[in-house]
């Protein structure tokens, strides 16, 4: 739930309150624009609980994107708004690893995928540090959304 001092930041926002799931337990708070969190995010999240499936064992790793210089803000609070989401998956099982990056735009947000090194260069976060560098920087085709 949305902290009361935020609520009316949302109210008055193009973005919905939107989650971006890390696993049953921890949940991150995001600002999605609806046609993305309602679209092909949802599809990405449907792809990759169904390779879960299929897998077994996959870790995942979801996060934002701040590439607008300046950050896109809403609000009297000013809360961040990301220019982008993603989601990198790794695979135990096949020891491989890549990332869906969508951008946040209001209408027809489309998403990309990158290797995890690609990634890491261009928000600065590993989501797999004990990962090897080969393996980070190897291109897996992950299902489209």
Not at 114 to 123: D, E, G, M, Q, S
């Amino acid at each position: 739930m949305i902290p009361a001092s935020l609520q009316q930041t949302y109210r008055h926002s193009s973005y919905p309150e939107s989650w971006l799931p890390i696993d049953s337990e921890l949940n991150t708070k995001c600002n999605c624009s609806a046609s993305l969190n309602e679209g092909i995010w949802s599809r990405v999240e449907r792809r990759v609980r169904d390779m879960a499936d299929d897998e077994g064992e996959l870790y995942v790793v979801t996060g934002p994107a701040f590439h607008l210089r300046p950050i896109q803000t809403m609000g009297h609070d000013r809360v961040y708004v990301p220019s982008s989401t993603w989601k990198a998956v790794y695979s135990p099982s096949k020891n491989k690893a890549s990332a869906y990056v969508c951008k946040n735009a209001q209408q027809h947000p489309h998403c990309t995928q990158v290797t995890v090194a690609t990634l890491i260069r261009n928000v600065g976060i590993d989501p797999f540090p004990a990962v090897s560098a080969q393996i980070k920087a190897q291109a897996w085709k992950l299902p489209a959304p």
